[in-house]
């Protein structure tokens, strides 16, 4: 049974069509989940992926309560119970129960495919489903038996085109268009140092004049036609300055949207959940007018939703317990806007309780030693699976939402802090950029690598000496003129051999704004400060948490953007095995691998990951360039990809297979292919090993290595 739409005043229309395509996108991501953990091979591989599942299906489930689509919730809520216990017994699910989520992800698709047309799906839809979930929660059995097959799919209409006469732009559209306009503005640089060339040239030609009358005469054509040159050239470069900073300006603007549009229907939220607790609860706004991207306000609409319902199912108590703190009954959320320099701060905080440190710590099974520990044991509800809730509800206690939020934020490059609220109450501050396209970025060497770091998280640049390392309650730290802080090698923490040739001098280090304070990233050179497009690195290298994003230089090497909070994490968890002391390179790599991959992104990756295990390597971006090296050079081991130009990875394999000096060369294929009769060819031409890059993970990867040789 559905409703019309038409006949429902409690549906936002613009909120509808943002759930109607969550539920299209959530549903899809369920059952590919659902689907790889039937196909995974190790236990452990699946309790991860488990593990993944439940935040979908979590994440999806606040989403339907938000849009009171009951029927879905419920699914969602059911289909949480039989993962949490599965996940909290750490039991891998069989097939029976594979077959009844797979059953329920396609309940949550008929749902997302009534929404399409315009109809909201009753209270009571996937009733049949939802009572094969209760079964399973309380018999703990695989499924009913002998029931029809719950998997078969109402035949609902699909819209295909609006009707309000408007046109949706896709994000991704826009964010080509920024892309394209950023590789404008980092064409200027270009054309200054063309220049700068002129100039150069024209000074030359002038020394020629005293070389005698023939070449001076020469000399003075070239030195006129140069200073035309370099006159058209400055010309040039302020034109299509002009011209790439108006269109820069137009792209940034028709991608921003009011702050207020991430806020919408958290009202709701609020008064529901406040209703269902027994509580009384108010949403507060401030910096609504704020204009953002939207790709961080779609990013943050996620993160606000969970932190809204922590704050009321949390924080706020019920209007006895706060009558008698002398609070009034109605308790309030506020989320607020700021712009502080090139950075956005987003602020959720209640009036409430606050946390419950004495819960927390025995819930993140530490004991609270000092008060000066508190800051540090608050970070850790950003924990998977830590909760202040005594018990487990449909509305909270699984300590789920909040890692998710930390995540989320993370991906749009920012940090999450937690602080309780001096008037009581607990605060949550998320510190954002105001855009993902072009960043402001300081350039920092680790051996021959060269990175970067957002400029919004340095706080400064300093150097450092051997008297400055110490230790403190069996930590290494820096001795500052500003007190001691925690520092982590960047060369030792990515596992690539450091430049530092003498340990004995001065060490660069950059001091990074962390959420538990300032910590420092000590470095072999800082290359300089400049605004560069950050581009994503794509779903195989999403599970690098190390790195936010991916540079090209001026001179075509790519650099990649360091994760601020992992670089701090790693700071912080940095123990002393022999005192302090300088840190060291790390020795030089022993055996030669040969790279293969047209992605310049993953060839750089692949790169650090072994040059970190101890091995040389060199790069190519296709199979053909890789065999003339391999012909000239010679390695001990080949890493290709499958699909390349001029000479895909299987043509390389076999080439090398034919080839009597390298015919005993391992080669490992690391490909994007997913059928099996890939992987058949690949082994069949005579690859060792055969790796997905949508399930990549680099200790595995590194294990692989290890087997081959």
């Known amino acids: 049974m559905v409703a019309d739409m038409t006949k429902s005043d409690q549906f936002d229309r613009e909120l509808l069509q943002m759930f ?15 689907l790889a953990i039937e196909d995974a091979g190790e236990a452990d591989e699946k309790l991860r992926l488990q593990e993944q599942l439940l935040r979908t299906v979590h994440s999806l489930k606040g989403a339907a309560g938000l849009l009171q689509v009951r029927g879905v919730e419920a699914i969602c809520h059911w289909m949480e119970e039989i993962l949490s216990i599965a996940m909290n017994a750490q039991l891998v699910l069989d097939r029976a129960k594979l077959e009844l989520l797979l059953s329920a992800a396609d309940a949550i698709q008929d749902a997302g495919r009534l929404l399409e047309i315009g109809e909201i799906p009753s209270p009571a839809h996937g009733e049949s489903v939802i009572d094969d979930l209760k079964s399973a929660v309380a018999t703990g059995a695989d499924g009913p038996s002998g029931k029809s097959n719950p998997r078969q799919t109402a035949q609902v209409p699909v819209r295909t085109g609006d009707t309000d006469g408007s046109m949706r732009v896709s994000a991704d559209r826009l964010d080509a268009l920024l892309y394209r306009s950023g590789e404008l503005l980092s064409f200027n640089a270009v054309i200054r140092r063309h220049t700068e060339d002129a100039a150069l040239l024209r000074e030359q030609a002038r020394k020629l004049r005293g070389m005698g009358s023939e070449p001076a005469a020469l000399a003075a054509d070239i030195e006129s036609g140069l200073r035309q040159l370099a ?7 302020r034109l299509m300055q002009s011209a790439a900073t108006a269109l820069d300006h137009e792209v940034r603007h028709a991608r921003t949207q009011p702050f207020v549009e991430a806020c919408k229907g958290l009202d709701r939220v609020v008064r529901d959940m406040a209703v269902a607790s027994g509580k009384s609860a108010e949403l507060e706004i401030r910096g609504g007018e704020i204009e953002i991207d939207r790709s961080i306000l779609s990013g943050l609409q996620d993160s606000l939703r969970h932190l809204v319902r922590n704050a009321v199912a949390h ?58 520990d508190e800051a540090e044991l608050l970070r850790r509800v950003f924990e998977p699976g830590v909760s202040t809730s005594a018990t487990v509800t449909s509305l909270s206690g699984r300590g789920i939402g909040l890692d998710i939020v930390k995540r989320n934020v993370e991906t749009l ?34 051996g021959e690598h060269v990175f970067t770091i957002d400029t919004a998280s340095v706080q400064r640049v300093m150097r450092v000496h051997a008297q400055d390392f110490a230790t403190s309650e069996g930590r290494d730290i820096l001795s500052t003129p500003t007190g001691p802080m925690p520092f982590v090698d960047l060369a030792d923490w990515l596992g690539v051999r450091s430049g530092r040739s003498d340990i004995g001098h001065a060490v660069p280090a950059v001091v990074l ?7 420092a990233v000590l470095v072999d050179a800082v290359a300089g400060e400049r605004e560069l497009l950050a581009r994503p690195l794509g779903p195989r290298l999403a599970k690098v948490r190390r790195y936010s994003a991916g540079m090209v230089l001026d001179d075509g090497r790519i650099a990649l953007l360091l994760n601020v909070a992992a670089l701090a994490e790693a700071a912080a968890r940095v123990r002393s095995m022999d005192g302090a002391r300088m840190p060291r390179p790390i020795p030089a790599a022993r055996r030669k691998v040969l790279v293969v991959d047209d992605s310049k992104y993953v060839r750089t990756l692949v790169k650090l990951i072994l040059e970190g295990a101890g091995y040389n390597v060199a790069m190519a971006s296709n199979g053909r360039e890789a065999w003339e090296q391999l012909i000239d050079e010679g390695a001990d081991m080949v890493v290709a990809d499958v699909d390349m ?14 080839s009597d000096r390298f015919t005993n060369t391992p ?28 399930q990549f993970d680099a200790q595995d990867f590194l294990e692989t290595m290890r087997r081959v040789v």
């Open 413 to 446: 490059r920012g940090t999450a802090e937690v602080s309780q609220v001096s008037t009581g109450g607990a605060a949550f501050t998320l510190t954002l950029p105001l855009t993902l396209a072009m960043v402001r970025v300081l350039e920092v060497m680790a």
């Open 231 to 237: 006159t058209s050239l400055r010309r040039d470069m």
């Open 645 to 658: 130009p001029s000479m895909n990875g299987f043509e390389l394999t076999e080439a090398i297979r034919r």
């Open 513 to 519: 704004d962390a959420p538990g304070g300032p910590v």
């Open 20 to 34: 109607t395509q969550e539920v299209g996108e959530r549903a899809s991501d369920i059952e590919q989940a659902l």
């Open 315 to 372: 924080g706020i108590q019920s209007p006895e317990e706060r009558r008698k703190a002398g609070k009034p009954e109605r308790g309030r959320v506020l989320i607020a806007a700021a712009i502080s320099g090139d950075r956005m701060q987003v602020r959720v905080e209640d009036d409430g309780r606050g946390l419950d440190v004495v819960r927390l710590s025995n819930a993140a099974g530490e004991h609270l030693k000092e008060a000066k």
């Open 667 to 694: 080669v490992v294929l690391v490909t994007g292919r997913e059928a099996l009769e890939d992987k058949v060819r690949g082994l069949r031409a005579g690859a060792n090993a055969y790796l997905r890059k949508d």
